[in-house]
């Protein structure tokens, strides 16, 4: 069903000023993890050392087979603790946001790590910009040798606002950055769990529909890039970005998607990337 301009006024109309609960958190932490021993301590402990502390910790084992549960001993009076069978970090998510207290909902990688401020700088940006649903901000992904790259770079302002067109030819916001209100979670649904690689994308899409988004214009995540997080099947991933771009282009057929020059620009984009593995990782 497309949207109207109608519909975006009485989304937007539903989004509340940030307001402590005295029995909830404010803030859910939701962490999918799987094989991911030897990261997630970092990731924890990044989180537990955050200025702000009116938070859960959610953390979905997706049928990890190493020693997970026992590196999360130590964690376990911090964190909610769940192990479910293996279906992908969707169907992880999607059941951590399901059984989230918070108002708001701050998305975590298990091998990422996060700046002492990143919750706090994004909660005083829902606080001065009540018409935002969404707030990413800066990261850059590193390796052994150091930084890669950023999204945060020199002349370069970052797309605000209702930046679906933006979204839409560039990615350019990481995952563990992302603080959504789960008013809007609730609004437009969760991960689109049969894709692979694509559904934080895809969210981004259906989210950017209908809200604006904020930005934190300062590296508060560091994602770690290693040989376990880079997909070893990038063809299916490439299947499913160009999958997506259908389901977005059918699901807003107002937008009138430009689905064949689009899809170019994907097919390059994945011809990049697969060139670019070793050396990020390496």
């Known amino acids: ?3 109207t301009h109608t ?8 989004l509340r000023p940030v307001a402590a609960s005295p029995s909830k958190p404010l803030v859910s932490v939701i962490m999918p993890t799987y094989n991911n021993a030897l990261y997630i301590g970092a990731a924890l402990d990044s989180v537990l050392q955050q200025t702000f502390q009116d938070f859960e910790i959610i953390v979905i084992d997706d049928g990890s087979t190493d020693n997970t549960a026992e590196v999360l001993q130590p964690y376990r009076d911090a964190i909610r603790y769940l192990k479910k069978a293996n279906g992908g970090p969707s169907s992880a998510r999607n059941l951590g946001i399901a059984l989230a207290q918070g108002e708001f909902i701050a998305f975590h990688d298990s091998d990422d790590t996060w700046v002492a401020d990143k919750l706090a700088l994004q909660l005083d940006h829902f606080a001065q910009n009540p018409e935002v649903g969404v707030v990413f901000t800066g990261s850059h992904r590193y390796n052994a040798k150091g930084i890669v790259d950023s999204n945060i770079r020199k002349g370069h302002t970052m ?5 679906f067109d933006k ?3 560039d990615h350019f916001i990481a995952m563990p950055s992302v603080m959504v209100r789960k008013s ?3 609004h437009i649904g969760l991960f689109e769990e049969g894709l692979i690689g694509n559904e934080d994308f895809n969210l981004y899409l259906r989210l950017a529909r209908h809200y604006a988004f904020g930005f934190v214009n300062k590296v508060l995540v560091h994602i770690r890039l ?4 880079l997909s070893d099947n990038l063809a299916q991933m490439c299947e499913d970005e160009i999958k997506n771009l259908d389901k977005i282009a059918a699901l807003f057929p107002d937008a009138r998607i430009p689905k064949r020059q689009l899809s170019g620009r994907i097919y390059a984009r994945f ?3 697969y060139f670019a593995l070793k050396a990020y990782v390496y």
Not at 159 to 163: E, F, K, S
């Open 1 to 3: 069903m497309s949207e």
């Open 226 to 229: 290693h040989e376990h997080n």
């Open 159 to 163: 797309p605000t606002g209702m930046i």
């Open 167 to 169: 979204i839409l030819t």
């Open 184 to 186: 809007c979670l609730d």
């Open 7 to 14: 519909d975006k006024q009485t989304a937007a109309s539903t």
């Open 271 to 273: 011809g990049r990337y």
